[in-house]
T-cell receptor, first 111, second 116 residues
Framework: AQRVTQPEKLLSVFKGAPVELKCNYS??????LFWYVQYSRQRLQLLLR??SRESIKGFTADLNKGETSFHLKKPFAQEEDSAMYYC?????????????FGQGTILTVHP | GAVVSQHPSRVICKSGTSVKIECRSL??????MFWYRQFPKQSLMLMAT?????????EQGVEKDKFLINHASLTLSTLTVTSAHPEDSSFYIC????????????FGPGTRLTVT
């Protein structure tokens, strides 16, 4: 069975500092990985996915199959980045699109 | 766009009663919908996967007789919490998947259930 681990429940940085939210996964197949974000009082929304290799709101994430990691990074954090971030894995096959979520990391960016 | 709504946004019910939560995809047809439970500042716990026209698939440890899921149309899935107890109080979130997307889920705003 697949598993997603986000080792940090809370992460605090100051504005302008680099930030890295860690995500590790275990899955025997070839995974598709995503980062979802939930801002205060808002619904969960897709931030980015590894397959598109895009940068959204200054965030990037690279899939490292050797280390089974998909860490989310931003070189200069902004206060508006404060939110709950979830790493998620899609296993494909007959899972009907089911996503496995990590425990989430609450990022706080201080002014 | 891909908008998912939930109704009600919050509900308070008495212990022992049942409460129904609706999840609708407003501008697309969703062959698959998912129901999650979220505890304060914690992760999403997938409860069940709901496919239109068939029985829901429940995750291990989720009581199917307590959390009844119906996906009667391509735009509506309902979750009924039967004989609710205070420990059922939680934030329930649904999401929907477009037929042409294998992985992206669009989330509803959630429903806050409080059982007194």
């Amino acid at each position: 069975a697949q598993r997603v681990t986000q080792p940090e429940k809370l992460l605090s940085v100051f504005k302008g500092a680099p930030v890295e939210l860690k995500c590790n996964y275990s899955y025997s197949g070839s995974p598709e990985l995503f980062w979802y974000v939930q801002y205060s009082r808002q619904r969960l929304q897709l931030l980015l996915r590894h397959i598109s290799r895009e940068s959204i709101k200054g965030f990037t994430a690279d899939l490292n199959k050797g280390e089974t990691s998909f860490h989310l990074k931003k070189p200069f954090a902004q206060e508006e980045d404060s939110a709950m971030y979830y790493c998620a894995l899609y296993a494909g096959g007959t899972s009907y699109g089911k996503l496995t979520f990590g425990q989430g990391t609450i990022l706080t960016v201080h002014p | 766009g891909a908008v998912v709504s939930q109704h009600p946004s919050r509900v308070i019910c008495k212990s022992g009663t049942s409460v129904k939560i609706e999840c609708r995809s407003l501008d697309f047809q969703a062959t698959t919908m998912f129901w999650y439970r979220q505890f304060p500042k914690q992760s999403l716990m997938l409860m069940a996967t709901s496919n239109e026209g068939s029985k829901a698939t429940y995750e291990q440890g989720v009581e199917k007789d307590k959390f009844l899921i119906n996906h009667a149309s391509l735009t509506l899935s309902t979750l009924t919490v039967t004989s609710a107890h205070p420990e059922d109080s939680s934030f329930y979130i649904c999401s929907a998947r477009k037929p042409d997307s294998s992985y992206e889920q669009y989330f509803g705003p959630g429903t806050r259930l409080t059982v007194t």
